[in-house]
């Protein structure tokens, strides 16, 4: 995390320090709504997987290139993950199980920005990479059989290995589009995972993260 917190205070700087740039800061926070894609071989696991309702929240600065583009890195704390539910029957007993997967993570994006006058509005649109850390993570389970439940809530563990569940570091591109009017913004995004985030060394198995990001953002000193 320290690492992509320097990245950005990096990108920020020297920015800061090219001749004509005025940039601008805005606060945003909003919804997030999260799935994943797993595949084992090009099977694929997730088609059940159901989105996970979270959230956003962080930080962007605008650096103006010209009257239309700009570049628009920002910090955020944004939620991923999933949920999934199944019925079985084993040896004629029927077993329902729900799983929900809750992870945090620091992503940084790094977009490109064109931004158009409509009447007393700007419409604007934006596509660029991402890089993210992940903080912390749940994995938690509760299955039902014959009246009784049972719940288990365990820690996500980070890293590569077997005995690990997903790697740290994501990545991949994000793409929106949104409305400006005075200090005000409303934007909705889709972060596409492109990093494989599965624990262990496989071109077999696929775990990518998919983010659709609902904002609403506020400019510092308008």
């Known amino acids: 995390m320290k ?3 320097k990245l950005f205070l990096l990108l920020v700087a020297l920015n800061m320090a090219t001749e004509g740039f005025t940039q601008s800061f805005r606060v945003k926070a909003g919804l997030n709504l999260s799935n994943m894609l797993m595949k084992s071989s090009d099977e694929l696991v997730s088609d ?13 600065a ?11 890195p920002g910090l955020f704390i944004s939620t991923k993950g999933f949920h999934e539910s199944t019925n079985v029957t084993v040896d004629g007993v029927a077993v329902e199980s729900k799983s929900k997967i ?7 994006p790094l977009t490109a920005k ?3 006058d409509v009447g ?17 993570g749940k994995n938690k389970t509760e299955v039902t059989s014959m009246g009784a439940t049972t719940n288990d809530d365990m820690d996500i563990e980070w890293g590569e290995g077997d005995d690990k569940d997903l790697k740290r570091l994501d990545a991949g591109l994000i793409f929106g589009a949104g409305v400006e009017r005075s ?12 990093a494989n985030i599965a624990a262990f060394n496989t071109d077999t198995f696929q775990v990518k ?14």
């Open 3 to 5: 690492n992509l917190m």
């Open 48 to 60: 059940n997987y159901k989105m996970n309702i979270g959230f956003n929240a962080g930080i962007t």
């Open 62 to 72: 605008e650096f103006p290139i010209s009257g239309v583009f700009s570049f628009e």
């Open 102 to 108: 809750n992870l945090l993570y620091i992503d940084i």
């Open 114 to 116: 064109a931004t158009f």
């Open 120 to 136: 007393n509005y700007q419409v604007f649109g934006v596509f660029g990479p991402y890089i993210g850390m992940g903080l912390s």
């Open 183 to 194: 200090a005000y913004q409303l934007g909705i995004t889709y972060g596409l995972g492109l």
């Open 209 to 222: 993260n998919r983010v659709l990001a609902i904002t609403v953002g506020y400019k510092l000193g308008k």
